[in-house]
């Protein structure tokens, strides 16, 4: 399967604890994006990288948030500090920015579950 | 930023058509989309306009109308499978960041 993977799948965690979420996209894909969805919402965009370069950042992320992308493959999405309000999915999608016939359309992956006590 | 809605659920029954109608208040447009969503899966693509009118891709159709900031997607011959939250999102300016803004979604239900 060559599709967007994430993992952890699920992760429950303590208030005050630090997570970290991988997000592998498609290979050939240079553009990665994370997302947050609660439940009943769209989701709500966080940040994007072309290559290793994070090109935006929401004002959804505070500081307690950080992602990377060294290599310009897979990306890390870290929270410090989780809070009972960082309980969300964490959705990380890809896409291949430069074709001219390209929608840009994202290739989303199942995400990750955070739960904080 | 952008304004997106869409209805929080609809039902139908299966072999049926519904339609589930998007409007959104922008400062830029630069194409909507619609993903279906099933629960605990990751949205998946269904359809793309960034001109007026009606795009159709088998039983699904789109259609978008720029200066009314409108949108339905359109499901005809309704399986089980459909059920599912349907996702209207707008791609914001400029074009070249992909970046696309959500509604919060449309759960449809299919009856039997």
């Known amino acids: 399967d060559t599709g967007v993977s994430q993992n952890p799948r699920h992760k429950i965690t303590k208030r005050g604890q630090n997570v970290t979420f991988r997000c592998d996209p498609i290979?050939?894909?240079?553009?990665l994006y994370w997302y947050r969805q609660t439940l009943g919402q769209g989701p709500e965009f966080l940040t994007y990288?072309?290559?290793?370069?994070?090109?935006?950042k929401s004002r959804l992320l505070s500081d307690r948030f950080s992602a990377e992308r060294p290599k310009g493959s897979f990306s890390t999405l870290e929270i410090q500090r989780t809070e009972q309000g960082d309980s969300a999915m964490y959705l990380c999608?890809?896409?291949?920015?430069?074709?001219?016939?390209?929608?840009?359309?994202?290739?989303f992956g199942e995400g990750s579950r955070l739960t904080v006590l | 930023g952008q304004n997106i809605d869409q209805p929080t659920e609809m039902t139908a029954t299966e072999g049926a058509i519904v339609q589930i109608n998007c409007t959104y208040q922008?400062?830029?447009?630069?194409?909507l989309f619609w993903y279906q969503q099933h629960a605990g899966e990751a949205p998946t693509f269904l359809s793309y306009?960034?001109?007026?009118g009606l795009e159709e891709k088998g039983r699904f159709s789109s259609f978008l109308s720029r200066s009314k900031g409108y949108s339905y997607l359109l499901l005809k011959e309704l399986q089980m499978k459909d059920s599912a939250s349907y996702l209207c999102?707008?791609?914001?300016?400029?074009?070249?960041?992909?970046?696309?803004?959500f509604g919060a979604g449309t759960t449809v239900t299919v009856r039997a």
């Open positions: 999102a707008v791609r914001d300016p400029p074009s070249n960041d992909y970046k696309l803004s």
């Open positions: 290979s050939e894909h240079n553009r």
């Open positions: 999608a890809s896409s291949k920015f430069g074709q001219a016939t390209n929608t840009g359309e994202l290739f």
């Open positions: 922008t400062s830029g447009f630069n194409g």
């Open positions: 990288f072309q290559n290793e370069a994070q090109l935006e």
């Open positions: 306009n960034v001109l007026d």
